[in-house]
């Protein structure tokens, strides 16, 4: 680690720069931690955009040529919130400049291009990489994975997770992630695969089967939009040209799965889901207890646990930030002052400069190869939707 | 017990009188009582819709006597559901003649009533007496008590009770409960009351002062109706004379107490809160736990226990008809499939039932000597808000 | 109607026995309804309990001999609720003494009986058919039901629906409801049923095919149980003999399915749901709106209206018998004075009532022919499960 | 304003001190402002501590030495989060050196200070003032001011306030916020002070009296601590001397009020509500709707609207922070994505930033004249505990 400072080059500069460029500024006011995170470089391909932004957030320098910024030597880790199918030759050219890599979810648009990328990252030794599943920071979600290690649920029946939006009305024009080429996929790698992670995080087990999946586009023409849409989730684009065009991505996928201790677990990603803005969230149910998570309540973890004498029994729900043993807690407010969604990017950097700085994560983080592992259920369940059949993950793995 | 049968004469065949003979009905079929519950007579005014009543609920005789009828040697059990302010002289008669009195809740119209209905209730030593503070007969409000019995919550810091409605907004003419002669008091008598025996009966513990009260009648005048109004919290009545007339009793009535463990306490009971229509609930605050109850969820009893784990600990929602050693659960429908309103009354018939047929009830029911002090409560209240000064209980007792 | 009175015959008098007992005493002293509902025949075959259960509920007469009782030409009403694969031949027998049928759900223990017992009842054209889905009849969601039919939720995008319990841990006995011969299926015809119909009733439409189902027995074998076991959920059976038997049907059934109007389905029916009793409910997503219940919250139905404005839009949870037009309302307990379980069954009788008097039922009861319906789904979902394909409703009725 | 910038000098680096840092940084990232927030001299006693809190937040200068900082002809805005009993002399000593002055709450530890400083602010025509009484930029509490501003809730009938906290059990050694010298006083001024400014700003209305109150101190001697405690909220200490020391504080203040349109108020501030950690809330019922916030729920308002159609009524569940018109919203996250505790410091940094750069805060912030009314209420309900009576605010200005 160059003089105990980590030197951060990030790619993009949209909703995902602006929540990256917060959390690296703000993680070590919050946090002890081994390493100073240095705001060295910002690179995005607007010119004019680029130096508001550098300067409104105190990137030292600004790039508009990710080849060269990456380059430098005194950038030690490289972190890449561009669109999904621009993430392999990125990430590719970091790892050969030996740098440290950050990566947004899903790690690739194409599972072919998530193996290249998986496959660079174990050649570079030295590379430490991470995938940007920030959901596992949420407090109340890390609490679950350490209740789950501890075998307070038992042996798993069932897992129920759902990631549910409701912005994609008849009316939203065709922004870009409308558009397969520029968004790889819509709901199923925006949202679907945020629980995949999720599920995988928390039960500690894999995906090895998806049984039967739907996606569809409910909407399958969308007005036009002239130029390119800026921020939001829709995109903030709210006028067409009159004209439309063709959506060639999911507005939702729902699958069926099994998982490797044996539960059945499904898997709901949409748009559509009238009413709910930002529901994402997680049922598990065990032999010995059970675990219910939904990000509109974030701040809670709710557990029913089977050991409780009967008469006492019944779903608790926990703040989960409410007492020191409490995952991220101790860096924050007092107890049950609630953090938000930008802390959960935060906490994440805080846990990248504690690998990197030698320590240990509050929880693990995803690498290339953990993300891989996502990317397979996503192939599997597409595979699955459109073939009409179960999908086993093990047969992504022969050819 | 006269053949293991308990014949009842009901007095009065309004709401109430319909919750009681729907629970003379049933309480038999659902719980195995020491002896039979008789419907034997039911006693009105009005002689055309008494026999419709009495056809319906299977009574065996009709009344409009209600002193013969008392008088009756086969009768083992009055019960009166008169408006407040008929209880003491119909209780009287019914103790003087042997029987076994229930009277619905406040036990009377005024303090004066009610001591002398106590002291006669004390004279008459083969009478048992019994009031219909039914609430304590929903599970959760059942389970509470024990909890609390069984020192799980300790020392109590807070009380805090509230019985919320709001069918009293301007529009509702001058319906008999907002007339002082028929009804006695507005929300004090009608809803007050209730969350004093709750509190009373959750705590074990006496109020010992109002420290401060406010009792308002927001709508000075509604408009007049034309002829007695029927059924319904508001009476049924929409259409009104167009001219108006006073309201004499209170909208709502709030008080400041003192518990007798020195805990403070609230008491809220309203008209018009808006957008709650029969929201009826109770939290305590102790040294080692809380519980919190409210009738809008009525199945559940939420329990705070300090002693566990702080990575654990949190709010638990407990059903609390869920496990056999459950209030009444045995008696009922499996595990989670709802009790309603009408089970409160079931339940206490039942227990009722018990007490006679020499068993134990489920959970103390309040005889005129324990419903005494709720009624001292509410004078207490009904001059602190008046007078404009705190009230202690004791003084209600020097004179 | 003879004299205007229905002579009931009830075949069964475990837990169902009790539940349609208590409703066809209490229907009509709550609504005014065109015909008097008399309970007359009671049938089962355990005589003493028999005589019994006849006394308690005021049965007026018992039998041990279905195919005599039901021949009595003065019943006009056959109420089936014996285990499912007697229905078929209770029901064939009753339509051909020219009687009207109630059948308990699901219809039959296979699509062959249902198919059978569904042209039986088209042929029978004197004779009116009921299939006791009761759940329809929980206030919120008759209310649902009108809600979707006015307009209020538009072309339909998702159905989530589920039917959770948690009873059947591996200590649980080998009671009857493991056993495919006593209980025709597992989870899939007692809860399934439920919200299939329940989806089909709130929606109006039609799944018109499974795209992948799975159904597992997590727990395979189970402790015998000696001696029948009797009531409750899991047969109250808790000491075994030591010896394990095979259990015969499913933990769960889970499925993925396409609607009619094209929307995606989710059914998830287990007794493997940790923490959830008894939660059974659904949620829909519409271009205008979306709604969701579960009977955990019994007396609500939620609903989100796109159509308000944005700054006030939100889940508003409706108190499904506040108002006087809210189904069932008028005939029970004032405002918010909470309905239970049992009432889903008054309401049904009430309804079967009105429909044999001539009037119409507060909404759609289902006959035979649309109890037929689910039954095809339950169906396709085992197809789906065991051969791993998805199934189209169509295939079922070529062959 | 010179040069477009706002040199701040903040005085206080604790848990306050902390919360503004963290605001000052953050506020012109996210929102467009009409001047920058220059994060210029902290100033703090502990010389140590000091310069390590300077540099992470990044303050540019460090003061021991209040008097001299402020003096600095450069800063345009001195911030106090001083111990209260502090406040008086450096916002007065800020004031006659003409700066603009912004002051944690509440406003003062005596009545007689408050007084004081607000006449002070009268004369500093020049200065603006400001009071942290931050939730109401929590965007649920913002909203809910601005429709009753708009006259979605019309006359209101009650209002139920309170702030339950419950850090503050027997075990707990004699912290600061104990003891009257440091703190002022107890749970009143600490929490009871939010939320009578909290229904002063959501109801438009002024408190006129209290009719009756209690202040308890619960556990009056409590383990003295040796040295001087950090951060939290119970400030950290676990381990005391053994000896013991008195409580010169409330540990409850619970008052009843009367506000200016009629409404009946409750209030109740504590550490002993067992179970709520930080439950700050406050509900309104009027005569065309309600609302009803509660901390514990960050991002919701619910609001009941008697205008809808009661078969739809009910409580509506808004997430503030959904649309664009939505306080604060646009500055943030997409919809749903929510905010946290922090996050009411940074919208009040903007806000004081847009009213010193001439422009309009989303909703008014407090000023000392302001401020001085909610200490009237602080004092009043005190005299009110203390002396056992009612206390009209009118009294405490005769003189």
């Known amino acids: 680690m160059a003089g105990q400072s980590i030197n951060v080059c990030l790619i993009g500069q949209k909703f995902m720069g602006r929540a990256h460029s917060n959390a690296y500024l703000k993680a070590g006011k919050f946090f002890d931690l081994p390493a100073e995170l240095v705001m060295d470089t910002i690179v995005a391909r607007n010119r004019a955009e680029l130096d508001v932004f550098a300067k409104r957030w105190g990137w030292k320098n600004a790039s508009i040529d990710w080849r060269e910024a990456i380059k430098n030597p005194l950038i030690n880790l490289v972190d890449v919130t561009t669109p999904n199918n621009k993430h392999r030759e990125i990430v590719i050219a970091a790892l050969e400049a030996g740098k440290h890599v950050a990566c947004e979810k899903p790690l690739a648009a194409t599972l072919e291009d998530a193996r290249i990328m998986r496959d660079a990252a174990k050649k570079a030794k030295k590379s430490k990489t991470f995938v940007w599943y920030s959901y596992r920071r949420v407090p109340a979600v890390a609490l679950a994975h350490r209740l789950v290690k501890e075998g307070r649920i038992g042996k798993i029946y069932h897992v129920r997770a759902y990631y549910l939006q409701d912005w994609a009305g008849p009316n939203v024009p065709l922004v870009w992630r409308f558009s397969k080429e520029q968004a790889g996929s819509g709901s199923h790698g925006d949202l679907g695969a945020h629980i995949i992670d999720m599920a995988r995080f928390i039960t500690g087990e894999e995906i090895t089967e998806v049984i039967g999946a739907a996606q569809d586009t409910f909407i399958k023409e969308r007005t036009l ?140 983080i995803p690498d290339f190869e953990d993300a891989y592992k996502t990317q397979e259920v996503l192939e599997a369940a597409t595979i699955s939707a459109t073939e009409r059949r179960g999908v086993k993950i093990s047969e992504l793995r022969r050819g």
């Not at 060639?248 to 009238?274: K, N, Q, Y």
């Not at 207890?289 to 608790?316: C, H, I, Q």
Request: hydrophobic share 35%; net charge negative.
């Open 225 to 364: 939009v002239t130029e390119e849409s800026k921020g939001g989730i829709s995109g903030g684009a709210t006028a067409g040209s009159g004209k439309k065009g063709k959506v060639s991505v999911d507005d939702h996928t729902t699958f069926l799965a099994r998982m490797s201790g044996g539960a059945i677990a499904t898997f709901e990603a949409t748009r559509f889901a009238t009413g709910y803005h930002n529901k994402n969230g997680l049922e598990i149910h065990g032999e010995k207890g059970a675990l219910r998570f939904n990000f509109e309540d974030m701040p809670y973890l709710d557990f029913f646990d089977r050991s409780v004498d009967s008469k006492l029994a019944g779903w608790t729900r926990i703040p989960a930030s409410r007492a020191p043993e409490h995952p991220y807690a101790s860096a924050w407010w007092p107890t049950a002052h609630h953090q938000g969604y930008e802390h959960t990017f935060i906490n994440m950097a805080a846990d990248i400069c504690r690998v990197l700085g030698g320590e240990q994560p509050e929880v693990p």
